[in-house]
């Protein structure tokens, strides 16, 4: 929730009266939060496998169907670790990034990354 309130935020610091690089700087940010929010959002995996739960074979089954159901939720938090950890605008040339993070959609973030960059160097 944080996330999506700082988000808002953003949105709302973005002021039409300031310099052209000090709109782009915002919008750049608010670009790359929408990725970062994304990222956070892969952290939900595992615990999307526990809505599949029955209480009642847990119950007659709960070595068989605890364990397997146990594995499962382990097996994706790693997943959803390692995807938090590996998916960076700063990777971009890794297939995984260009897997997930490729499109219409995806594509002026990618660039907003490279324009902050620029302003940042510019601003040193």
Known sequence: MIAYFYHLYLIH?????ESVSGVQENLSR??????NITRLAMLQIPFWSLCWVSMDA????????????????LGLAYLAYWLYNNLDVDKMDKK?????????????????VS???QLEESKA
């Open 13 to 17: 610091a973005i002021d039409n009266s």
């Open 30 to 35: 608010l670009k790359l939060s929408s990725f």
């Open 58 to 73: 847990l119950q007659s089954s709960p070595l068989l169907y605890g364990g397997v159901n146990l594995l499962v939720f």
């Open 96 to 112: 995984w990034n260009q897997f997930m993070f490729s499109g219409v959609e995806w594509d002026p973030i990618v660039k907003s």
């Open 115 to 117: 324009i902050l960059q």
